[in-house]
């Protein structure tokens, strides 16, 4: 009976132990999002005063890595705690890869005369024109009616542009990736409220 109490004894040690270290660690999450603090991959938080100015976002920008961000504070702090974020992230970088997207080796051009241009290895692949507004890039494609909006963050020299997962699809759709790969991205990212995917990219 003492070895059996002494067992329960230490499991409980060992599972508070852990719950605090899972505390301490979401808690650390949560303060390095806070403010306007630099974009992170998983972690980043859409902010107002991150929107660029139309002449703040003109030029040639390249694909650095996937970027996975959130609409508020709440909405990071109720995702930090689920396994599905870390999952999403991790399935939305296999997924690029899987489709040619990778660092480096491909770039969105935006011009001053509201063009924009869509280059992977070096080649056009595809082309049309954008207007911006308060919150919102809107792209529309060449050959394409409905056009895409993306949100747009620019922070420390990267330029991010995320979307929900409808938007996400139409997106890559448009850029020539296959999207029958993008089917768990996206059911995952309709379970969590305030999540939206994309892509970071610096000049």
Do not use: H
Request: with cysteine.
């Amino acid at each position: 009976m003492k070895k059996f109490l002494a067992f329960i004894a230490c499991t409980m040690i060992s599972v508070s132990a852990a719950n605090a270290q899972l505390s301490d660690i979401l808690g650390k999450v949560a303060s390095a999002t806070s403010g306007n603090s630099t974009l992170n991959a998983l972690t980043g938080i859409i902010s107002s005063k991150l929107i660029p100015t139309s002449q703040q976002i003109i030029g040639t920008w390249t694909y650095q890595e996937p970027a996975v961000m959130f609409t508020s504070d709440n909405a990071l702090k109720s995702a930090a705690s689920s396994i599905a974020t870390k999952s999403i992230e991790t399935k939305l970088q296999s997924y690029l890869t899987k489709v040619g997207i990778t660092k480096g080796n491909m770039s969105i051009t935006f011009k001053e005369n509201k063009t924009f241009t869509i280059n992977r290895k070096g080649k056009t692949i595809r082309t049309g024109t954008y207007t911006m507004n308060d919150s919102e890039v809107v792209m529309t494609f060449k050959g394409k009616k409905t056009p895409c909006r993306v949100t747009p963050q620019l922070d420390n020299g990267s330029l991010v542009i995320v979307m929900d997962a409808t938007k996400l699809k139409t997106f890559m759709q448009n850029v020539g990736a296959n999207i029958s790969q993008l089917s768990t991205i996206v059911s995952l990212m309709k379970s969590m409220d305030g999540m939206k995917l994309g892509i970071r990219m610096s000049k």
